[in-house]
Every structure is written in structure tokens, then in C-alpha cells.
């Protein structure tokens, strides 16, 4: 494991964070922990360090949808390693946040061995995930993987836009919603259809709930 690695711990709970922390750095001397607890402050903590080595980043993080904060580090910051930590223990859903570009996913419920494991794993360069989503039948998900990084292209933006037009939003109530002109509105919803390979705004609702339906954890 690489020696005064800094790692942000993106989470809501402080608790978490802190007995994250506090579990690792026994196993992991000289690494420094930044933390954030929202999509906000994420974004601010990134800016401000730009010399991370990695984000631990939590599935359900506020201010975000689905995965799109991963889709947001991955376009904003392609060379820093994200790797999912969650509370749940769905394989498809693991294997599904490495199809959007994670370096790994980690489910809370792991012992603190299997974690800094993981971790020295992608610090190395690797990818790491549990043994439930490596022995996983591709057949069970392949279908949607074509569709997975198309939706994975999208910038942070066209993101928000397509779950908004999938919830049903007029161009002009998505405008309000952003704060931007339904003329950018209009831009993106024309990059996503591309993007996507649709034609119309049905046919983009379909596909935004059906990789959604693969995205997001089992209530």
C-alpha cells in the first residue's frame, strides 16, 4: 500500500467515518483520511486536494441520484480511483458500478481486513470486488452493459437532465430546475438522445429506468 496515500471518505454518517477511519488506520500507517459529507462538500474537499489517491465513496451519498456522482468523478477526475462502499450486498450491483467506471465496491459489512485489503488492492492499480460479484453470471446482466456505458458517457449534467426527463419534466420545468435556459435544456436532451442511441424522450425515460433498475440497491 502505497506510503502517505490521502484517501477521502465520502459519507452522511459521521459515525461511519470516523470508525472507518479509525478501524484502518492501524493497517494503514501514514495515510491520510480527508472526509465529506455531502455532494457538495465532496466537490470542494476534490478541488482543494488534488493530489488524492482515492475516494471512498458511499452508494447513497446526498445530493446525488443512482450513481451519478461516480458519473461526475469519473468525468471530472478520470485518474482518481473511486471505489463504492454500501450497504448492500446485491452482486449485479457491484458488478454494474465497475461497468460505470468504480474501481471496486465495498459492502459495509465487511471486516476491516477484507477492507484495507481491497483498498491496497486498488492502490495498486487493480480492481477489487467481492467473491459473490467476480463468480457472477455475466449472462445475468450482459444484456444491459452496451447500455451501462452509454449512460456512463453522459456528462454530470446530461445525468441529471435524463433522470428529470424520465421522471416526466417538461424542458422548460427542467430549466427551472437547474437554473439554466431551456435552450441548454433543449442541447441536452439532444446529447443524450445521442449519447443513448434514442429518438425520443419515451424512448430515453425507458432506458434511464432500466439501467436504473441495475444501479440502484434493493429497498
Excluded: Y
Excluded at 81 to 104: E, H, I, K, Q, Y
Excluded at 136 to 147: G, K, R, T, V
Amino acid at each position: 500500500m502505497g506510503e502517505n496515500a490521502r484517501i477521502i471518505v465520502a459519507d452522511d454518517h459521521p459515525l461511519f467515518r470516523e470508525a472507518l477511519q479509525q478501524a484502518l488506520a492501524p493497517a494503514m500507517p501514514g495515510v491520510a483520511f480527508l472526509e465529506a459529507d455531502s455532494f457538495d462538500s465532496l466537490q470542494a474537499t476534490v478541488a482543494a486536494c488534488d493530489d488524492a489517491d482515492l475516494v471512498l465513496l458511499d452508494l447513497e451519498m446526498p445530493g446525488a441520484q443512482g450513481f451519478s456522482v461516480l458519473t461526475w468523478l469519473r468525468t471530472e477526475h478520470p485518474a482518481l480511483p473511486v471505489v463504492l462502499v454500501s450497504a448492500t450486498n446485491d452482486a449485479a450491483v457491484m458488478r454494474r458500478a465497475v461497468d460505470l467506471g468504480a474501481a471496486g465496491f465495498i459492502p459495509k459489512s465487511s471486516p476491516v481486513d477484507t477492507i484495507s485489503e481491497a483498498i491496497g488492492t486498488v492502490l495498486e492499480g487493480e480492481i477489487w470486488l467481492p467473491e459473490a460479484a467476480l463468480a457472477l453470471d455475466e449472462s445475468q446482466f450482459s444484456a444491459d452493459n452496451e447500455l451501462a456505458r452509454r449512460v456512463a458517457s453522459l456528462t454530470p449534467q446530461q445525468f441529471r437532465v435524463l433522470d428529470m426527463l424520465a421522471d416526466g419534466l417538461l424542458n422548460k420545468q427542467i430549466a427551472a430546475e437547474l437554473e439554466v435556459s431551456e435552450a441548454t435544456v433543449k442541447a441536452h436532451v439532444t446529447a443524450i438522445f445521442r449519447k443513448l442511441g434514442v429518438r425520443s424522450r419515451t424512448q430515453a425515460a425507458v432506458a434511464a429506468r432500466r439501467i436504473e433498475s441495475t444501479t440502484r440497491p434493493p429497498p
